[in-house]
């Protein structure tokens, strides 16, 4: 059992369990052993903090060392998200694949294998899925993140991934609660704003955080929006309507609640992490999310020390931060219990059929080992213009490279270049941005045939002018499209793989080289 080190009252003991940290490096440091000795019980993990599997799973098992129940958190979402898979590029397609598959028992099987990858390592808290509905084409943060815009197909696959990674012995933790999708502003920078009326809400944001509390899911993931239906003041981080009044009360739910990153400039530029995280902990939240920016001891005494001075001066209820507290626990709790095997390679009961089905699967073994190339080949849409002509040379890769949403981060590698280099040896590419990005490539090309690669081309126009550039000079180029696919297919061969994870570059680049 967790020994807490003597002289920690109660108090202060609540206090750290509500917190999920981060820190620096790829060991722990020696004060986070000693804050887990002292109560706190939850870590989060990033890709600073990721070098190999083993590493990992040596650095998780020097924090059960110091506390056997800790919850090690971490925000791998597969795609465009990942960390475990930070500097290479993830091995499984991310939810906006998955939702144009459409096919649940595969979402459930991509979901159970990457929780058993998160197990082995010693991970047992996932901050995913994103059940957000992507209802504003022009949302700067979700995109791909999202299984798409229709909501009862992103509450089914919400459910579907909910089951398979949590069938894994991983909780999972559904975001971004109340829905994130119907957003322009990205709240790692300012505050979004939701104006749909209640009924609105009610039949489409709400519904995949329904379908995931009844599929079981063991946490929930709060957002920094402000949604006037349901509070006009406050959002919904540190909203008692929204996190208690509506997700507690009205729909039922009884597991932990975590907020997003408290050190975002939706909550620290307006309300500051301390002041924020007490507000939060008081409206229903039970677990303080931060050290995606912010990883240090100085943090963690500092929120810790606010949460303790709130309780003193009656600005937080002492049976509020409890509660909190023991639900932490609860989970930790669920996680340490758990009996299966993080490194037996099994699946549920339907990954089966999910993986050996459907237009495009793959028959035989290599479909059942490698579940994540199987998804994002059923996941690419590919359609053949007038100008159509096999590639067959090595080609020019022109990446036009939008700048990277927080989420995201700029350390994973996107595109298509180094897997159609292996299949095409000789392919060259090059990375272009801005108004002159169109002519810049085509110098850049020569006479080789180019193969355009854009990300939410919808989005920037400079990427559009560019690839209008392109196509005016070369008809033969070949577009794909690794974000929202929203404007009607161009080129000789366009290509949509709904995401910009390593496997989908590898399955677009099978397509070009007509593998």
Not at 214 to 229: C, F, K, Q
Not at 369 to 378: E, I, M, P, Q, S
Request: a negative charge; one cysteine or more.
């Amino acid at each position: 059992m967790t020994t807490i080190a003597s002289g920690t009252d109660t108090l202060t003991r609540d206090a750290l369990a509500v917190l999920q940290p981060g820190f620096t490096g790829t060991s722990a440091p020696s004060w986070l052993l000693r804050r887990l000795g002292e109560g706190l019980a939850s870590v989060g993990l990033f890709g600073r903090n990721i070098a190999t599997p083993a590493q990992v799973a040596a650095l998780t098992a020097q924090l059960r060392a110091e506390r056997d129940d800790v919850l090690v958190a971490i925000d791998e979402e597969g795609g465009d998200v990942t960390r475990l898979e930070v500097r290479t590029g993830s091995s499984f397609p991310g939810n906006h694949a998955l939702g144009a598959v459409d096919d649940t028992a595969l979402t459930e099987a991509v979901a159970h294998e990457l929780g058993r990858r998160l197990a082995a390592c010693g991970v047992n808290l996932n901050w995913a899925p994103s059940a957000d509905i992507n209802s504003n084409v022009d949302n700067p943060v979700i995109g791909v993140r999202s299984f798409g815009a229709d909501t009862s197909l992103v509450a089914r696959h919400t459910a579907a991934y909910v089951s398979g990674l949590q069938s894994a012995g991983v909780a999972a933790c559904t975001k971004h609660f109340p829905g994130h999708g119907d957003t322009a502003v990205d709240s790692h920078h300012a505050m979004p704003r939701i104006d749909a009326e209640l009924p609105v809400l009610e039949s489409r944001e709400l519904v995949p955080f329904r379908a995931a509390i009844e599929a079981g899911t063991r946490a929930v993931m709060s957002a920094h929006i402000l949604v006037p239906a349901l509070d006009p003041v406050h959002p919904a981080t540190l909203s008692r309507r929204i996190l208690t009044g509506l997700l507690r009360e009205e729909l039922g739910y009884d597991g932990l609640i975590v907020t997003d990153g408290m050190e975002m400039q939706a909550i620290s530029a307006t309300y500051g992490i301390e002041r924020g995280s007490v507000l939060a902990i008081a409206a229903g939240a039970d677990a303080i999310c931060v050290g995606g920016g912010l990883s240090d001891e100085p943090t963690v005494l500092r929120l810790r020390d606010a949460l303790v001075a709130a309780v003193r001066s009656g600005d937080l209820p002492e049976e509020r931060l409890a509660d909190a507290a023991s639900r932490v626990r609860a989970l930790a709790a669920w996680t340490a219990s758990t009996t299966r095997s993080a490194s037996a390679p099994s699946t549920p009961s339907s990954a089966g059929s999910a993986v050996g089905s459907g237009a495009g699967a793959e028959a035989g073994s290599h479909a059942s080992t490698d579940v994540g190339l199987v998804a994002a080949r059923r996941a690419l849409t590919v359609t053949r213009g007038a100008h159509f002509a096999p590639v067959t040379e090595a080609p020019y890769v022109a990446a036009l490279t939008p700048v990277a949403n927080i989420a995201v981060g700029d350390e994973t590698p996107w595109g298509v270049a180094a897997e159609l280099r292996r299949l095409l040896p000789g392919t060259e590419t090059g990375s272009f941005t801005g108004e002159r990005a169109g002519a810049e490539a085509l110098a850049a090309a020569g006479s080789r045939r180019v193969v355009a690669v854009v990300r939410d081309a919808h989005r920037h126009t400079w990427m559009a002018e560019a690839l209008d550039i392109l196509l005016a000079a070369r008809p033969d180029t070949v577009v794909v499209e690794m974000g929202v696919p929203q404007s009607p297919p161009r080129g000789a061969l366009h290509i949509a793989t709904h995401g910009a994870a390593r496997v989908c570059g590898l399955a677009a680049a099978e397509a070009i080289a007509g593998a």
